[in-house]
């Protein structure tokens, strides 16, 4: 355990997906609006002559059309929230394995919030959040080369100062009652995200995947379930699969849902 903790600091300070490193100034566009930061990204890496480097962040106040998983939308008023996307190449990670990066990215999110929040979780897959409702959510666009995942755009949403929100979800300001400053926020995020990506590429998923569990909500928990066709049943998780489907028990039986397959009743 102590030579693996030496290494793991060794990396931190030498390796090319350090904090420092990953997240660099010079490496930032800053918009005041556009589509979607993702969108934005994707076209700089198609129009590029030269590669962009990881870590390579483009970041707006306002999405005319900012994306979510499978199609939904992330609506944020202009200025109040932070919302950006950010290059990696998970080459070690191979396409079957992508729901990983997905979890680290949350468990990144989660970890950093947890200086100003109590009771940060993950619902599965990736949406974060804090006293019941939604704080954050994730978006990650791969791109895969033969038997690799060659680069992702993560996309991330973090409802920081808006007070306007839907009864589901929740914003810093509206919990701590006091305006946040959205640099402090983003750099904090910036720390957490390259260590959780680190750590997923050096540790490996089992390790990501035991702190994971930590902020799984509902994680051993008996919980109501909806399925598409209208039914509710009652199970308790039981944990994710290596593919990302969410794995149960109930009166049914073991089973395993992928997204949109089962949804969390309230």
């Not at 793991?8 to 090319?16: A, E, G, H, I, P």
């Not at 870590?55 to 059309?65: K, N």
């Not at 149960?248 to 969390?264: D, I, L, N, P």
């Amino acid at each position: 355990m102590y030579f693996l903790w030496k290494l793991v600091q060794y990396y931190r300070m030498n390796s090319n997906i350090s904090t420092k490193a990953l997240f660099r100034k010079e490496n930032q566009l800053h918009l005041s609006e556009c589509q979607s930061t993702n969108d934005v990204l994707l076209q700089m890496l198609r129009d590029s002559d030269s590669m962009l480097p990881e870590g390579y962040l483009v970041r707006a106040d306002y999405q005319t059309a900012g994306r979510g998983q499978k199609g939904n939308t992330w609506d944020s008023e202009r200025g109040e929230n932070l919302l950006f996307s950010f290059l990696v190449r998970p080459h070690f990670l191979a396409p079957r394995h992508s729901f990983w990066l997905s979890a680290a990215m949350a468990l990144g999110i989660a970890r950093a919030l947890e200086i100003w929040l109590e009771d940060v979780k993950v619902k599965w897959p990736n949406d974060v959040m804090a006293g019941g409702k939604k704080i954050a959510g994730i978006l990650i666009e791969n791109t895969i080369t033969g038997q690799m995942m060659d680069q992702s755009v993560v996309g991330i949403g973090l409802n920081v100062n808006q007070l306007d929100l839907t009864e589901q979800a929740t914003s810093l300001r509206k919990i701590l009652n006091q305006e946040m400053d959205p640099e402090t926020v983003l750099n904090r995020l910036q720390e957490e995200l390259a260590s959780a990506y680190f750590q997923l590429q050096i540790a490996g998923w089992e390790k990501v995947k035991t702190l994971y569990y930590r902020y799984l909500f509902k994680m051993g928990q008996p919980a109501d379930f909806l399925l598409p066709d209208g039914l509710k049943f009652t199970g308790l998780i039981k944990g994710v699969s290596e593919d990302g489907r969410l794995k149960m028990v109930s009166a049914r039986g073991e089973e395993s849902f992928g997204f949109k397959e089962v949804f969390f009743c309230y």
